[in-house]
Nanobody, 119 residues
Framework: QVQLVESGGGLVQAGGSLRLSCAAS????????MAWFRQAPGKEREFVAH????????YYADSVKGRFTISRDNAKNTVYLQMNSLKPDDTAVYYC????????????WGQGTQVTVSS
């Protein structure tokens, strides 16, 4: 059974930083692409960042480029999202997602962690 467990969310002032973690189990993590998505109240879930199985390639939504950094530690089966210069618009529930590197869609999702940025 695949489990993705996010942690690290919380309340932070605008301009501050948070680091989210996602611990994975039940999948071959080293062969999995991982990503972060977010969903703000009243909005659809949106892509935030993606990292390939070996960490060699990363992609970011334009809205977070230059402020957020996705990384992974395959020895710990964990993916991270370092979020700097946070803005109130970054307030959302952040979800970790995973898929086999050859799969086309993300089939595994965490339960989400709340990030709230106050102005």
């Amino acid at each position: 059974q695949v489990q993705l467990v996010e942690s690290g969310g919380g309340l932070v002032q605008a301009g501050g930083s948070l680091r989210l973690s996602c611990a994975a189990s039940g999948l071959t993590f080293s062969m999995s692409s991982m990503a972060w998505f977010r969903q703000a109240p009243g909005k659809e879930r949106e892509f935030v960042a993606h990292i390939t199985w070996n960490g060699g390639t990363t992609y970011y939504a334009d809205s977070v480029k230059g402020r957020f950094t996705i990384s992974r530690d395959n020895a710990k089966n964990t993916v991270y999202l370092q979020m700097n210069s946070l803005k109130p618009d970054d307030t959302a529930v952040y979800y970790c997602a995973g898929k086999h590197t050859l799969a086309t869609t993300y089939g595994y999702w965490g339960q989400g962690t709340q990030v709230t940025v106050s102005s």
